[in-house]
């Protein structure tokens, strides 16, 4: 049987069709696991092998996980591929529910790569750090505008440290700004103290990735950004090619082109939004390496000083990504020749 599952915030709308696409079950349930073992134990009745089919968004991991470890098998679908393949003039839970039964049936799905549970575990570090990371910068530019707000310079490269925390105790700001600078340094600090932590956790854990070592070797890269890179990846053998490997990235243009006319768009922005800021973090510092910094500077004058910079750190971004699927396909380190030489062919 194959079962369509349409997922939102407090249901999950079931439908479920046999071999000849006649309709069995339509149901819907909570998506917590009593009620999914309730659900496995009604379609179970039937007494057959059951595929289901459910919409990538969260909380669809849990669900498809819960009803793998009763027996059934579970694919995630794209979102966005699956309205494409099945375009509605009528959307509801229980029209997107048969659709993917449908799908299901007819072996239709545009199933997703899903990582194993330690590459999940991998993908949460990283991402943790990342977001603890955010929410400094966001404290960090808080304080720089109430300094601004209040006519008072900076100048101390890093106000932050220790000239800059005695530049702060010296200001004479007003109430009630003056308790939420002191808040928001007391936050930085607790802040520093957890990313650190963070950090020694993934160095302790990546000392033995198969990956991390290689990563490393490339321009722009260490301990963080390698780790962070490896997790989003997963397994390398899923790209067939260095261009399947840069398009997951979400780093390239959307395309559309329609007999002699071809027309370039933004970046797709598909993909996980973590290893594009990983890359991006990483060509920062690769446009200054003696491989990538003539094409980044070539570029950015070639586009101008209004968006120079981002377009050329977003091309060298793509750049490290090509590189990165020749070292790791080949389990090979960076080498400037060969590395950029295959880069520039792909």
Not at 4 to 23: A, I, K, P, Y
């Given at each position: 049987m194959?079962?369509g ?13 046999d071999e000849?696409g ?12 009593d ?5 496995v ?21 849990f ?13 995630i679908?794209?979102?966005?591929k699956?309205?494409?393949l099945?375009p509605l003039?009528a ?9 993917l039964?449908e799908?299901?049936?007819r072996d ?7 990582p194993?549970p330690?590459t ?16 400094r ?10 300094l ?7 100048p ?7 000239a ?7 200001l ?11 808040t ?7 802040l ?9 956790e ?12 290689l990563?490393?070797?490339?321009p722009g ?5 390698g ?10 053998g899923?790209?067939s090619?260095?261009?399947k490997?840069?398009?997951y ?5 959307l395309?559309?082109q ?6 370039r ?5 598909n993909?996980?939004k973590y ?9 920062t510092?690769a ?8 094409r ?5 004058r ?6 120079g910079s981002?377009?050329?750190r977003?091309d060298i971004?793509?750049?490290?990504s ?5 070292m790791?396909t ?9 590395s ?6 792909a």
């Amino acid at each position: 049987m194959y079962a369509g599952l349409d997922l939102s915030r407090q249901r999950l709308d079931v439908h479920v069709l046999d071999e000849d696409g006649r309709t069995v079950e339509v149901t819907a349930v909570h998506p917590d696991a009593d009620a999914l073992r309730t659900l496995v134990s009604i379609v179970g009745r039937h007494g057959q092998e059951v595929t289901a089919t459910i919409e990538s968004m969260n909380g669809a991991r849990f669900v498809r996980d819960q009803l793998e470890l009763a027996g059934w098998d579970v694919e995630i679908a794209d979102a966005v591929k699956v309205k494409g393949l099945a375009p509605l003039a009528a959307k509801t839970d229980r029209i997107d529910a048969r659709v993917l039964a449908e799908l299901g049936r007819r072996d239709l799905v545009p199933a997703i790569w899903l990582p194993d549970p330690e590459t999940r575990a991998e993908r949460e570090r990283a991402r943790f750090r990342l977001h603890l990371a955010r929410h400094r910068t966001a404290l960090k530019n808080r304080v720089h505008a109430t300094l601004i707000a209040f006519g008072h310079p900076v100048p101390v490269s890093d106000l932050f440290g220790v000239a800059g925390r005695e530049l702060l105790a010296s200001l004479a700001i007003p109430e009630p700004w003056a308790t939420t600078l002191a808040t928001s340094l007391r936050f930085v600090d607790e802040l520093d103290a957890q990313i650190d932590g963070c950090e020694r956790e993934l160095r302790a854990l990546g000392a033995d990735h198969p990956d991390i070592g290689l990563l490393r070797t490339v321009p722009g890269i260490a301990w963080v950004l390698g780790y962070t890179i490896a997790s989003e990846i997963g397994d390398i053998g899923r790209f067939s090619s260095a261009k399947k490997l840069a398009g997951y990235t979400g780093l390239c243009p959307l395309v559309r082109q329609s007999g002699g006319r071809d027309d370039r768009g933004p970046l797709a922005k598909n993909g996980p939004k973590y290893l594009r800021w990983a890359l991006i973090e990483a060509a920062t510092h690769a446009a200054r390496h003696p491989v990538y910094k003539e094409r980044y500077e070539r570029n950015k004058r070639r586009l101008g000083r209004q968006r120079g910079s981002k377009v050329a750190r977003v091309d060298i971004a793509r750049e490290l990504s090509t590189a990165i699927w020749h070292m790791l396909t080949r389990r090979e380190p960076f080498a400037p020749g060969r590395s950029h030489e295959s880069t520039l062919v792909a």
